[in-house]
Each structure stands twice: as structure tokens, then as C-alpha cells.
């Protein structure tokens, strides 16, 4: 099975991303999309960047239009949008898929890492959270309803654990 750090990801300006270049960070890996009820969170998310990015915590927005159609926009209306109405800095991938046949093999990696209830290996909607600690493995993930003050603890945790 590969590790995350085999995987690579495009940015939402283009550019190749490979996860390697996160090595001994901690990850929030978050499937977003702009016009959900969960979208609000974006500001949250931000707000734990800014908080924790010192101490290596990196989050990663996956922008998916799976759910509802609720990420319509194109790359640039994406990235304007995050930025304008939440003042996001961390990184944004291209639009993805996080299920199905076309799903990035990133998500596939993760929710085979952390099945959700009852084992489930699918997304069930926006703003779904993966926690990952500085040596690449998935450690929890979080509901979507699950909002990001919640998450601090858990990442406090994954920034103070010693590395293996």
C-alpha cells in the first residue's frame, strides 16, 4: 500500500504538488466545495491554519463537485471566491472527485485508511476531514458536520506526538 507521500496532487493554479514535499508536517486534508451549507467552515479552517502552521500543521482544500453540484466555478472563480469571502492562504488543489471511477487515487488512499461508518469506503459529502500525522499516516477522520474549532485537540495531538 503507498504511503502519502507517494502521491501528487495539481494545485488549483496548476502546478504539480507532490505530498513528499510535506514530509514530517501534519495534514488536514478536506474535501470543499463553495456553495454547501458546510462552506462557512472554510473561515475555520483558516483560522486553524493561521493558529497552527507554525507549529507544521498544513491543510490541503480539495475543491469537489460531487455532492450536489456545490462547486460549480471554474479554477478561478474557486480561488477567488475562498480568498475573498475567507481569507484562505493554504493550499487548494484543481477540482477533484473524491468517489467513484474517477475518484484521485489520493482519496481512494485515504478512505481505505479510514473507512467511514459501518466501513464505508466513500465520501458522503463536503467538508469531510482527514488528520495526518507528520510520518504520513491517516490518523483520524472527521464527519463533515464535525467543525473545525473541533479539531483542535486532535491536532495539538498530532503536533506534539514525537516522531517515529
Same mark, same amino acid.
Given at each position: 500500500?503507498? /504511503?502519502?507521500?507517494?502521491?501528487?496532487?495539481e494545485t488549483l493554479n496548476g502546478q504539480p504538488l507532490p505530498l513528499?514535499?510535506?514530509?514530517g508536517k501534519v495534514l488536514l486534508l478536506v474535501n470543499?466545495? #463553495? !456553495?454547501?451549507?458546510?462552506?462557512?467552515?472554510? =473561515? =475555520?479552517?483558516?483560522?486553524l491554519y493561521q493558529r497552527y502552521?507554525?507549529?507544521?500543521? !498544513?491543510?490541503?482544500?480539495?475543491?469537489?463537485?460531487?455532492f450536489g453540484g456545490q462547486e460549480p466555478g471554474d479554477a478561478a472563480?474557486?480561488?477567488?471566491?475562498?480568498?475573498?469571502?475567507?481569507?484562505? #492562504?493554504?493550499?487548494?488543489?484543481?477540482?477533484? /472527485?473524491v468517489n467513484g471511477a474517477d475518484a484521485h487515487p489520493l482519496w481512494?488512499?485515504?478512505?481505505?485508511?479510514k473507512p467511514g461508518l459501518l466501513g464505508s469506503r466513500r465520501?458522503?459529502?463536503?467538508?469531510?476531514?482527514?488528520?495526518?500525522?507528520? !510520518?504520513?499516516r491517516v490518523l483520524k477522520r472527521f464527519a463533515p458536520y464535525v467543525k473545525p474549532a473541533a479539531l483542535e485537540r486532535a491536532? !495539538?495531538?498530532a503536533l506534539q506526538a514525537p516522531a517515529a
Amino acid at each position: 500500500m503507498p /504511503d502519502i507521500y507517494d502521491f501528487s496532487i495539481e494545485t488549483l493554479n496548476g502546478q504539480p504538488l507532490p505530498l513528499a514535499n510535506y514530509r514530517g508536517k501534519v495534514l488536514l486534508l478536506v474535501n470543499t466545495a #463553495s !456553495e454547501c451549507g458546510f462552506t462557512a467552515q472554510l =473561515g =475555520g479552517l483558516e483560522q486553524l491554519y493561521q493558529r497552527y502552521r507554525g507549529q507544521g500543521l !498544513e491543510i490541503i482544500g480539495f475543491p469537489c463537485n460531487q455532492f450536489g453540484g456545490q462547486e460549480p466555478g471554474d479554477a478561478a472563480a474557486i480561488g477567488q471566491f475562498c480568498q475573498k469571502n475567507f481569507g484562505v #492562504s493554504f493550499a487548494l488543489s484543481a477540482k477533484i /472527485d473524491v468517489n467513484g471511477a474517477d475518484a484521485h487515487p489520493l482519496w481512494r488512499h485515504l478512505v481505505a485508511a479510514k473507512p467511514g461508518l459501518l466501513g464505508s469506503r466513500r465520501v458522503k459529502w463536503n467538508f469531510t476531514k482527514f488528520l495526518i500525522d507528520s !510520518e504520513g499516516r491517516v490518523l483520524k477522520r472527521f464527519a463533515p458536520y464535525v467543525k473545525p474549532a473541533a479539531l483542535e485537540r486532535a491536532i !495539538e495531538n498530532a503536533l506534539q506526538a514525537p516522531a517515529a
